[in-house]
């Protein structure tokens, strides 16, 4: 028997093994196998049972790793189809996406050899030899050689270790690394049938007998709860026949957070959602593929919809898979989940819980048992079984875009995982994406609308500020202009609470005319240029256009040219400085990076702990919190000026999402946006709410521009430790894809825009350029990206293919 091994290695190939005949019986698609790969042992993935083997001579599997399968072939298809997509390695995306912490490896092992180190010997070792054997003296247990590497701080002493090893002064064995996730068990106490005559029983026997009599079976854990110390007795117990001790595997899943928001458990749908809900579940019950956009404004009640149609799944005994953009966005929609569906139903996955809790909640939905995956970008993975719903809330986030490793969207992953499992998708948002919204234009998605708030609140008065008219006492822009300054008081006054939005996304500062507000804009591909202080340049992070800094404005020749920009740890302070007495949070990455800060935040907005919240772009979606009747936009144009062409598109949707947290109660909402550029047409837009007569302005730029829908793209990441050798690197890539953009089979379907140094030019010690590829045939897209890739694969150099990207920094 043979069988297809995915190992998570960068390479496109699996690997053909033999199975030996014992192990023939535990082989299935979606286990985990130890297999040898040259002289490590390694986990791999079975693919399937090929008929034939790749090459003459076959390696024997190690060892099956799993009693049931951690994904089934419906999934592998789906696994599959990402990985082409997104050019990535095929085991690679599989060890990004199944459960952490559970793999195994072999690794070598360095140790001492016991034994002296003469003078003579150590005068002829090398500088990085000595330094090891200085390292390993202090480990007499030794070291992984990984971890010794690190230690030593050489890039290479993999030769030394062989060389110390050969003359017998160091030990090297290899050793398999033992996973740090494991199923985890409880052993429990059950009574067995036996003669009360013919045995004496102590007091405290008898009474843990009685106990286990009404309760059929317990813990020993329990039991310790509630009788103390029991293991003697236990013991004793058992000896006699009357109890059997056994043990049975534990389920591990996150903490109940705190339960937010009011309780809406007799919630009774409108006409509008009740049309809504009505559809999806006509689309779930054909068994058909059936894409929608729910186009709701903020405040009209989608996530009512989406419960509706998931109580429809569970009736027909179906799965559902719920998606949000953020972690800071489960608390309150899990209180609302649990006040309205069975608990054990319920699986939650995303980054902020443990590996452990990830790894028992993946099994139980592989296994049919919880049968609802709510969770951020990666839970479009989960091994759901009979799915049925795919539900995308907030579907035009950025957010659903995976910058590293695995360059995925979940959104556009969870209308493929749809299409392939015939089952319903839901793209819900109150500011679909351009694409989604274009989609449902062509027909592609059947379009619902949700156009009032529930009980049809208003939506709240929008007041746009000029910030070129606000100066301090010093005649430059403040923090806040005077207009949001009184409304956060007079919100204080009454008791109601305020958020304070600053989008730090991309760069803190930007650079324009603080006269009349003009941006310098790139003349060949209309995105924002990026200021280089070092060399007094503007540069277009597309195409590498670049000018120097004029210093009259080329608009209306002020020459008050600046860069504007401020961070939320100053926007505290000067809130806390002009309003002493308010009680201040801060929402960043910064705050809330120990687990179960977000849920204490949000819980102490929903008890009106806080008076004003400060928050990035986590606080601007999908929250309901009735007290709230102001918020602030510190700077819309933050979001405008970063070197992008979806910067519009991004404004007018932060401006409309957060405005949406305002007056969702019994009191009329108030939203203040600050903006050097109050004429801009994605403000107009949002101040208005008017998302149609957006869509009518950008679609047209998109069109004349050649941007997408129309066009698709693909950017090339390049990366590498020296500055010069990237730049050159990335330049001859340019070049390397230009004729081959030529080859017969892309046709010249294909345009290279660039090399260009990235916005952010270094990460963590690496230099960055990128070539973006553009062109309406995604094959073609593909196929040169991919001879690039290959062309390229032994330079050295780092490079990154992300399809479709949104992240352009």
């Given amino acids: 028997m043979l069988v297809s091994v995915a190992i998570n290695i960068p390479s496109e190939k699996t690997f053909t093994y033999s199975v030996p005949s014992e192990l023939e019986q535990e082989i299935a698609v979606g286990k985990r196998a130890l297999v040898p790969l040259g002289n490590r042992k390694m986990t791999g993935y079975i693919l399937g049972s090929p008929e034939v083997a790749d090459r003459e001579e076959t390696r024997d599997i190690i060892e099956v790793l799993d009693m049931a399968p951690l994904f089934n072939e419906d999934d592998l298809r789906f696994y599959k189809w990402t990985s082409d997509y997104y050019i990535h390695y095929p085991g690679a995306l599989l060890g990004n ?266 099994r139980k939905i592989q296994s049919g048992e919880t049968r609802i995956v709510v969770g951020a970008r990666s839970a479009i993975f989960a091994p759901v079984r009979n799915l049925r719903l795919i539900i995308v809330d907030e579907e035009h986030s950025t957010s659903y875009k995976q910058d590293d490793r695995v360059q995925y969207n979940a959104r556009d992953l969870a209308v493929v995982r749809a299409k392939l499992n015939s089952a319903a998708v839901v793209l819900g948002s109150a500011t679909p994406g351009i694409q989604t919204y274009h989609n449902a234009k062509e027909k592609r998605y059947r379009y619902l609308s949700l156009p009032v708030r529930v009980g049809n609140k208003p939506l709240p008065q929008v007041d746009i500020i000029d910030m070129r008219e606000e100066k301090d006492e010093r005649g430059n822009p403040p923090i806040f202009s005077r207009l949001l300054k009184s409304s956060i008081r007079d919100t204080l006054e009454s008791g109601k609470q305020s958020l304070l939005f600053l989008n730090r996304r991309g760069f803190n500062t930007f650079l324009c005319c603080l006269d009349c507000g003009y941006v310098f804009k790139c003349l060949n591909c209309s995105i924002s240029m990026t200021y280089h202080a070092d060399g007094g340049t503007l540069r277009c992070h597309y195409c590498d256009y670049n000018i120097n800094l004029p210093s009259i404005c080329p608009e209306c020749g002020g020459r008050r040219i600046r860069n504007y920009g401020v961070g939320t740890e100053r926007v505290e302070k000067e809130v806390s400085r002009l309003f002493p007495r308010a009680r201040v949070e801060r929402m960043d990455s910064d705050t809330t990076a120990k687990k179960g800060v977000y849920e204490k935040l949000l819980k102490a907005l929903d008890t009106g702990d806080i008076d004003i919240l400060i928050g990035t772009q986590m606080i601007t979606k999908g929250h309901d919190f009735p007290n709230i009747t102001l918020v602030g936009v510190v700077s819309a144009d933050m979001s405008l000026n970063i070197p992008d062409f979806r910067a519009a598109e991004r404004t007018f949707q932060i401006i409309t999402q957060v405005s949406g947290r305002s007056g969702r109660g019994d009191s009329p909402g108030r939203v203040v946006v600050q903006t050097f550029n109050p004429g801009y047409y994605a403000i107009k837009r949002a101040r208005k709410h008017d998302y149609q007569g957006f869509y009518g302005d950008e679609i047209a730029l998109r069109r004349e521009l050649g941007y997408p829908p129309f066009f698709r793209m693909v950017n090339l990441r390049i990366s590498g430790i020296k500055k010069d050798r990237v730049a050159e690197k990335a330049r001859s890539i340019g070049v390397l894809a230009r004729k081959f953009s030529l080859d017969e089979a892309i046709g010249g379907k294909v345009g290279v825009i660039g090399p260009a140094e ?49 992240n352009f920094m």
């Fill in 97 to 362: 996406i199944l459960p952490g912490g559970i793999d195994i490896e072999s690794c070598m092992w360095a140790a001492p050899a016991g034994v002296n180190v003469k003078d003579t010997v150590a005068n002829n070792l090398s500088p990085v030899q000595r330094r090891i054997i200085d390292v390993l003296e202090n480990h007499p247990e030794g070291l992984p050689a990984a971890r010794l590497k690190k230690a030593v701080g050489a890039k290479q002493i993999y030769r030394d270790l062989k060389t110390l090893h050969k003359i017998e002064l160091i030990t090297l064995e290899e050793r398999l690394k033992k996973p740090s996730i494991k199923t985890k068990t409880e052993k429990l106490l059950t009574l067995n049938r036996y003669d009360e005559s013919d045995l004496r029983l102590t007091e405290k026997q008898k009474r843990i007998v009685d106990f286990l009599s009404r309760h059929s079976e317990s813990s020993i854990s329990s039991l310790r709860r509630e009788f103390k110390s029991v293991s003697s007795i236990i013991r004793s117990l058992e000896k006699k026949g009357v109890v059997s001790i056994f043990e049975r595997e534990v389920s591990r899943r996150p903490p109940h957070g705190p339960d937010i928001g009011e309780d809406d458990t007799e919630f009774i749908l409108n006409k509008e959602q009740q049309a809504a809900a009505t559809e999806i579940i006509r689309g779930i019950l054909s068994e058909k593929f059936s894409p929608y956009l729910l186009h709701g404004i903020t405040g009209s009640g989608k996530t009512e919809v989406y419960i509706d149609a998931i109580k429809e799944v569970l009736r027909l005994n179906g799965s559902a898979i719920f998606l949000v953009p953020e972690i800071a966005l489960t608390p309150q929609l899990l209180s609302r989940f649990n006040r309205r569906l069975e608990d054990n139903e319920i699986a939650v996955l995303h980054s902020g819980i443990s590996k452990r809790a990830r790894y028992d909640q993946w």
């Fill in 758 to 806: 990235a916005p952010i030019a270094k990460i963590k010690g690496r230099y960055r350029w990128h070539i973006l590829l553009k062109g309406k045939d995604i094959k073609a897209l593909h196929t040169l990206a991919g001879n690039i890739l290959w062309e390229t694969r032994r330079d050295g150099f780092d490079i990154k293919v992300d399809v479709d990207p949104v």
